[in-house]
């Protein structure tokens, strides 16, 4: 699993990811700590997220309102 790793423009330019056995059970529980680290990362290089907007109208996905 892998996570991006932006710089202060958004562009993605590094990643950080985390290799386990193929019968490792708890790769569920490392994907939060991955995106975590890598939006520290990319926060410590400048990059800011913006702010979530909801989906509405025709750019919504289906089931979405």
Do not use: K, N
Request: net charge positive; charged share 15%.
């Amino acid at each position: 699993m892998a996570a991006p790793v932006r710089d202060p423009t958004g562009t993605v330019t590094a990643a950080i990811s985390v290799v386990v056995p193929e019968s490792g059970a708890r790769v569920p529980a490392l994907i939060p700590a991955v995106r975590l680290a890598a939006r520290g990362i990319s926060r410590a290089l400048g990059w800011h997220p913006a702010p979530e907007i909801p989906l509405t109208g025709e750019d919504s996905a289906p089931g979405r309102s």
